[in-house]
């Protein structure tokens, strides 16, 4: 999908499709006395009061008579500021419009306080909507395809919506490789499929750089977790560092780990086939991170941030590890394997105590579809948060609310702590059986953070949606891809102020 912007007072509108938005104040936004037809066809609409400018209102109608498109999509608000809307309705336009046949669509831009913002946002809201995953369908697909999205703006606005387009392509980019990652199914996307994802992303980009750790590298570091998780499969674990360099100091500023078991079938503690096939979306987190460092890197941003994924595969095979045994992290602490499913955490204990031992981050955030409790707490709306640092939530908060990915900050009680300890090891991988299997998770998490500045995101339930809607396409949503490049904004700002 080519988006490109034209001077509203210049061009003239020739479109299968124009695309209106309106609030409940005004249902129609903006001056469309420059094209009769579409005008007259906006008002009936608006005085049979088929549409209300209401949030999350649409309405595609014919525009018998107008020479200059076939069809209105009128897409409602509610209020002007209201992004999310616009990113989800936007989202949801553009698969109507597709089934319709257009290929050429046209939006006319409201008069808007942040013209910048809106032209970003509409531009996510189409590009990931349109998103297809069908590299494995070979009958029935369907070739429509929106080809160029117009954009019509003010001339004065043009520059800098040009830009904001740009940014939005980059971002969405970025997360539409996220998106492949979790849908490529576990027999096709094994560690070593991660690991030439991430030399990829390197080899497109001088600003960042690609260490790939294998079995004999990672058995002299000491990792013994990831190593533990990997024995059961005969496609072995990696240990994958992107990094990337925005600013001249010599130091991470931000590490990203994420979870990245390739698939997880619970190992010696084997998952019921009830959703089993889920799991091939248990690589989330790192699909999320490597994807959000590569949007970093072609953004630019003045901000040093390294990815780190310990890419593995729980499988039951004859050296898998078992319930019963001690195994010993990175960081020297040793962990007692009460369940083999709960592998996710075992590989963090790793990741995260090289995130800030190996490669000394300033700050980490670790993501990882973790727990099943996760999704029992919240469902399928919000991810888990975690933190030992509340100006750093803070921060993470504010960028998460701007991109409209929610998370909710959850407990860390010292009680919850108290359940993770082990008799025979310095703590082991479930503790409190069912109860509280999100923080007790999280918990297991923060014995790994030496008490450096830590948010963990438990995104169990958000990594995947089981229904197209909105911007969201069946399958990998590509969360959190978007808040971690505005928190990298955020964050670039603070370091650099001064
Ligand atoms: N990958 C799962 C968690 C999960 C569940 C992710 C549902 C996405 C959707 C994780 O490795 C796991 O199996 N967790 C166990 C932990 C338990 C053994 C303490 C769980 O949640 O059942
Ligand atoms: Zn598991
Ligand atoms: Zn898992």
Not at 77 to 99: E, F, I, W
Not at 208 to 222: I, T
Not at 306 to 327: F, L
Not at 466 to 483: A, L
């Amino acid at each position: 999908m080519d988006i490109i912007v034209k001077d509203v007072k210049r061009a003239k509108i020739a479109a299968d499709a124009v695309i209106i938005f309106g609030t409940e104040k005004k249902p129609v936004l903006f001056d469309l006395s420059f094209d009769e037809a579409v005008k007259l066809s906006a008002d009936k609409v608006v005085a049979k009061k088929i549409f209300a400018g209401k949030k999350d209102q649409h309405k595609i109608i014919d525009c018998y008579g107008a020479e200059s498109c076939n069809m209105l999509a009128l897409c409602g608000l509610g209020t002007p500021d209201n992004y999310s809307a616009l990113r989800k309705n936007a989202g949801h336009l553009v698969r109507c419009l597709r089934s319709k046949g257009a290929e050429k669509i046209a939006v006319v831009l409201p008069d808007m306080k942040n013209a910048a913002l809106f032209a970003q946002t509409l531009a996510e809201g189409l590009i990931l909507g349109a998103y297809t995953f069908t590299k494995y369908q070979t009958v029935d697909v369907s070739k429509k395809e929106i080809k160029t999205v117009s954009f019509f703006a003010k001339h004065a606005e043009i520059a800098e919506i040009k830009d904001a387009i740009t940014k939005a392509e980059v971002i969405t980019r970025s997360v539409m490789i996220a998106r492949d990652m979790v849908n490529e199914p576990g027999n096709e996307f094994v560690p070593a499929d991660m690991v030439a994802v991430a030399k990829d992303m390197a080899k497109e980009s001088k600003k960042l750089s690609c260490k790939v750790y294998d079995v004999a590298a990672m058995e002299k570091m000491g990792m013994g977790g990831i190593l533990a998780v990997g024995k059961g499969s005969i496609n072995e674990p990696k240990l994958i560092v992107l990094s990337y360099k925005g600013r001249t100091e010599d130091k991470v500023d931000l590490a990203l780990v994420g979870k990245g078991v390739t698939f997880d079938t619970g190992g010696i503690s084997l998952k019921s086939d009830n959703h089993m096939d889920e799991m091939k979306g248990d690589m989330a987190g790192a699909a999320s991170v490597l994807a959000a460092v590569q949007a970093v890197a072609a953004l630019g941003l003045k901000v040093n941030v390294t990815a780190v994924v310990g890419a593995v595969e729980n499988m039951p095979g004859g050296k898998a590890y078992k319930p019963g045994d001690i195994i010993k992290s990175y960081n020297g602490k040793t962990i007692e394997v009460i369940s083999a499913d709960a592998e996710g955490r075992v590989t963090l204990a790793d990741t995260v105590s090289f995130a800030y031992r190996g490669i000394k981050a300033d700050r980490i955030i670790d993501v990882a579809t973790l727990t099943g409790a996760c999704v029992v707490a919240l469902g399928h709306v919000c991810s888990a948060s975690y933190t030992n640092n509340q100006k750093f939530m803070d921060l993470y908060k504010k960028a998460s609310d701007a991109v409209d990915e929610k998370t909710w900050q959850m407990p860390m009680f010292e009680e919850y702590r108290e359940l993770n300890k082990s008799k025979v090891a310095d703590v082991m991988n479930i503790g409190g059986g069912r109860d509280a299997g999100s923080i007790t998770a999280a918990y297991f998490i923060y014995e790994f953070t030496d008490k450096n500045p830590w948010i963990h995101l438990d995104i169990a339930g958000v990594e995947m949606v089981n229904k197209t809607e909105g911007f969201n396409v069946y399958g990998g949503t590509g969360t959190p891809v978007r808040t971690f490049v505005a928190l990298s904004e955020l964050l670039a700002n603070e370091l650099n102020k001064g």
